[in-house]
């Protein structure tokens, strides 16, 4: 199953750069490979809606999420509709936006999850994560791994979006 993994999110905004640091520490680890593409977005969304055209079975979203829940809480969403991620406060929605162009050229994979991370500060100039949300790295690769069918173990609050 070709899949897609897509870091959102700026380094310069703190917490907000979770979903990069989780590409990056993807890459570290050999994540990618010959059906699983790793692709840092950063804040250009756009971007994955024309690498969504290249045909992806699977698609799964790495960004900060704002969900009412201690910083450094994991959540893993399977996405239903796009509607639904525009109820899901991503800081700016850049995912929300890249989604919906990429269904309106018909390019969005059959399958798409949501792996966010609760920010403590997204506002302020700040050049690295916070201590709870550097924390909660690793484990966002792990749930990633198991999403992609590999054995980790898991700790994330799960649903459906």
Known sequence: ?????????????????????????????GLAGDEVELMDVGTGGLRLAQELLTGYDRLIVVDAMTRGGDPGSLYVLEVESVAAITEIDMHLAV???ALSVAKALGALPRQVFMVGCEPAEVDELIFELSEPVRGAVDAAVRQIHHLLGAPAACGATSGHT
């Open 1 to 29: 199953m070709r899949t897609l993994v897509a870091g959102f999110g700026n380094v310069l905004r703190g917490d907000d750069g979770f979903g990069v640091e989780v590409i990056r520490r993807c890459g570290e680890m």
């Open 95 to 97: 995912p929300s936006r």
